[in-house]
């Protein structure tokens, strides 16, 4: 009895070795193919208005929303450096964080195949490689935020893993409002797994991470960008050599929420109920790691949260990989405390067809081809 027990166990550690290894290769094979591209096209003087137009907005006219991060290299890089470069390196360099992350956080769960199609969804890691137009957006900052508290919470969120967190969520919410989304995911993993002994003091972090939320919130509400901040923008691109002032994120700071209700309606429905299928798609490696149901209340809160992004904006690949990412973290975190049941057993095989085999789209058209499909067309084997 006792021998057939050992090759049991001997099977299993084979079998997630092998799904260690099947992990981490696609996981680098993607970072490096998505980086790279997008580190060829930010060094050969073509400017993305959205992708790193968003990143460069300022406050040469006044406070706008969305504007920290791009006062910041502002005011940090001299003019004689070429900022567009500067951020693209920054970028990937937030996305290489993001990826160690959930790669560290990965090995702590117990490596089966489940895990592995959770982590390399199409709605988690691979979603940048298949989304390169959408890879590199601001929500990485809030999920580097939820990935540096899920990291500490094995053995408890230490002061200092707290002050990074909320300076990096600072930073994001004052960057991209729809950094708050993220806010539900950080408060679960502060209350739950702070290393302080002290409730007060956990209320006290708890209270500055609403707090930075609810001001973010209603500036970006409450302060207008009108069309002299946005010149004054323009003016000090020009001074950098950008001229693309006309399209992009520095052009839809002007739009207000009834326009962009309006726009997203009348240019993208009845197509974006798609979505829904995808969204259902998306949930099913949180079934299997047994995140869901047991967690069905804290996800419900995370979809309130979301919610609105999808009644005004039309991002909603984004959206939905801000979200499942965000479930996905915390499930990581309460797998490295041993607080989910074992997941399901799923086939290796089964897991690599998922991850790989089909794909969503940051916004516009909702079905895109799988990551796996994608890298043959590009090398021609298959047509596009």
Avoid at 1 to 17: I, L, P
Avoid at 208 to 226: A, D, E, H, R
Avoid at 227 to 253: F, K, P, T, V
Avoid at 347 to 365: C, K, M
Wanted: charged letters at 10%; one cysteine or more.
């Amino acid at each position: 009895m006792s021998s057939e027990v050992v090759v049991v166990e001997r099977n299993s550690s084979a079998k997630n070795r092998l799904t260690t290894i099947a992990f981490f290769v696609i996981a680098i094979f993607a970072l490096f193919t998505t980086s790279l591209n997008w580190w060829r096209q930010v060094t050969g003087d073509v400017f993305d208005p959205n992708q790193s137009g968003d990143w460069l907005l300022n406050y040469s006219g006044g406070f706008v929303r969305r504007g920290l991060f791009g006062e910041i290299i502002d005011t940090l890089v001299p003019k004689s450096v070429n900022m567009i470069v500067v951020t693209g390196a920054i970028q990937i360099l937030l996305l290489v964080a993001l990826f160690a992350l959930v790669g560290a956080l990965y090995l702590r769960s117990d490596r089966s195949p489940a895990w592995l199609m959770l982590c390399l969804s199409p709605a988690v890691l691979l979603f940048p490689a298949v989304n390169p137009e959408g890879a590199f957006r601001k929500e990485l900052l809030a999920l580097i935020v939820l990935g540096v508290l899920a990291l500490g919470a094995r053995n408890g969120i230490t002061t200092s893993g707290l002050v990074i967190a909320l300076s990096i969520y600072f930073l994001a919410v004052f960057s991209h409002e729809a950094s708050i989304v993220a806010l539900p995911g950080i408060l679960f993993l502060v209350y739950f797994f702070s290393a302080t002994k002290r409730e007060a003091l956990t209320k006290a972090w708890l209270a500055l991470f609403i707090g930075i939320s609810v001001i973010g919130f209603l500036t970006s509400i409450l302060v207008p960008s009108n069309q002299s901040r946005l010149q004054a923008i323009c003016d000090s691109w020009i001074e950098r050599g950008i001229s693309e002032c006309n399209s992009g994120a520095l052009s839809s700071l002007t739009m207000s929420t009834q326009e962009s209700i309006s726009f997203l309606h009348s240019n993208y429905f009845p197509s974006y109920f798609a979505y829904l299928l995808i969204i259902a798609l998306t949930l099913i490696p949180l079934f299997a790691v047994r995140f869901l149901p047991a967690e069905w209340r804290f996800s419900l809160v995370v979809l309130l949260f979301v919610l609105p992004l999808f009644l005004v904006a039309w991002d909603y690949g984004r959206w939905i990989y801000l979200a499942v990412s965000q479930l996905t973290l915390v499930a990581l975190a309460l797998a490295s405390r041993g607080k989910l049941k074992t997941p399901v057993r799923v086939p290796l095989v089964a897991a690599l067809v998922y991850v790989l085999a089909w794909g969503f789209a940051w916004y516009e058209t909702p079905w895109r081809e799988g990551f796996a499909i994608q890298v043959l067309q590009a090398l021609a084997i298959i047509p596009q």
